[in-house]
């Protein structure tokens, strides 16, 4: 599998996603790396199925026209995502690009549209659910702390400590991280009762 973390311009990442053999590709969060994208999917002549948005902030669609226009492929949002796509997905339905599988977890509370998306069972992508270290604010409309402790806690945390997480920006100590090591080490999720993290979150 081919599987890149691209930052070129500021903070979000990207990534792109392709099986080596078939050669299709899939775009998670274009942000403000269209051109990166472009560049790698050109140069390896990757078959461009999916761009898929882990919410719909404008830092993170931001180049969905633009890899669309240049490569045709399908945008691909939550159900609950108010953005335009050509498909939208719910929890746990899985997208195949090659042999690779793209299984949906739906993750609300940093937004009502917000994903993860879990890679063969072995890579989580966290969108802004989950930062190395961090969690998603609460406090942009349509912002939810009791929903994002259902999604942290009741959905993130049920994954086993190998599986690896990429996030959707660099604001941790190293670009991605493991469940295990989030689970043990990030302040955020420590072990807390929905009324604990409520308070938590609110706290300035
Ligand atoms: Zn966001």
Known sequence: ML???IQRHGDNFSYLI????????VVVDSSYNADELSRIITA????????????????HTAGNAELQQAFGAKIVTSKQSKILSDLQVDDSDILTVGKI??????????????ICLLIDGEKLLT????????????????????QLYGSLFG?????????????????????????????????????????????FMAQP
Request: hydrophobic share 25%; net charge negative; aromatic share 8%.
């Open 3 to 5: 599987f890149r973390q």
């Open 18 to 25: 392709a099986d080596e053999e078939t050669k299709e590709a």
């Open 44 to 59: 390896q002549n990757l078959k461009l199925r999916f761009i898929i948005n882990t919410h719909g902030h404008s830092d």
């Open 101 to 114: 599988q793209i299984k949906i977890i739906y993750t609300p509370g940093h937004t009502p549209d917000g």
């Open 127 to 146: 969108g802004d659910t989950l930062f190395v270290g961090e969690c998603g604010r609460t406090d942009l409309p349509g912002g939810n702390a009791r």
């Open 155 to 199: 959905r993130l945390l049920k994954l086993s400590d190998e599986v690896e997480v990429y996030p959707g920006h660099d604001y941790g100590a190293k670009p991605s991280s493991t469940i295990g090591f989030e689970r043990k080490t990030n302040y955020v999720l420590q072990p807390r009762s929905q009324k604990e993290f409520l308070e």
